[in-house]
């Protein structure tokens, strides 16, 4: 059974530029959040969506934007990227009818020249 | 809103016992912990859930109190395999909200 997986592994863009990244949940899980990682810092909750929708988001500016299909996998999108951009990401996914516990993916490190 | 862990860094050598505490002014519906290794994702260790219960699995275990919000991480034993950043995530549960708010990592290096 596979767990969370995430492509790419490692992004380098340069300012103003957009990414995509990309995310499969486990087996069974219907929920995806996404999460950003600042080198030294805790993981902070960007969004979360189920059934195609976005239903949570955390503090984060209108350039994250992300989409689910039909399939659980969901991307994330960051529009006119900034240094400060840089950081891992992580995608989480769990069974919406309990939250009991997020898997993590392997996370994409984006970085912004 | 972010969790306050304490302490932020932490140095045993194998054998010794280690407790990492977590804190919120918030309300929380439950306590999630995830241990990362560099480079790594983060992995889960255990929830606990309002009501003050305490879990645990092997040399590892933890307690939330409910009434102060606060929830510690219990290492016991510790092995060369237990460093690593340990992370509180909590769960305010607020209108049906599920997502985790990490606090900012403690530290762990086990030495021989």
């Known amino acids: 059974d596979a767990g969370v997986t995430q492509s790419p592994t490692h992004l380098i863009k340069t300012r103003g530029q957009q990414v995509t990244l990309r995310c499969s949940p486990k087996?069974?899980?219907?929920?995806v959040s996404w999460y950003q990682q600042a080198l030294g810092q805790g993981p902070q909750f960007i969004f979360q969506?189920?059934?195609?929708?976005?239903?949570q988001r955390g503090n984060f500016p209108d350039r994250f934007s992300g989409h689910q299909f039909p399939n659980y996998s969901s991307e994330l999108n960051v529009n006119a990227l900034l240094l400060g951009d840089s950081a891992l990401y992580l995608c989480?996914?769990?069974?919406?009818?309990?939250?009991?516990?997020?898997?993590f993916g392997p996370g994409t490190r984006l970085t912004v020249l | 809103q972010q969790p306050v862990q304490s302490p932020q860094a932490v140095i045993l050598r194998e054998g010794e016992d280690a407790v990492i505490n977590c804190s919120s002014s918030?309300?929380?519906?439950?306590v999630h912990w995830y241990r990362q290794k560099h480079g790594e994702a983060p992995v889960f260790l255990m929830i606990?859930?309002?009501?003050?219960e305490q879990k645990g699995h092997d040399k590892i275990s933890a307690s939330f109190n409910e009434k102060k919000q606060q929830s510690s991480l219990y290492l016991t034993a510790s092995q060369l395999s237990y460093s690593g950043t340990y992370f509180c995530?909590?769960?305010?549960?607020?209108?049906?909200?599920?997502?985790?708010?990490f606090g900012q990592g403690t530290r762990l290096t086990i030495n021989p």
């Open positions: 989480a996914s769990s069974p919406r009818r309990e939250f009991i516990e997020q898997f």
């Open positions: 087996s069974g899980h219907d929920t």
């Open positions: 969506y189920y059934e195609e929708e976005e239903r």
């Open positions: 918030k309300a929380l519906y439950s």
């Open positions: 606990l859930l309002k009501g003050g």
């Open positions: 995530g909590t769960d305010p549960r607020i209108q049906g909200a599920q997502k985790l708010v």
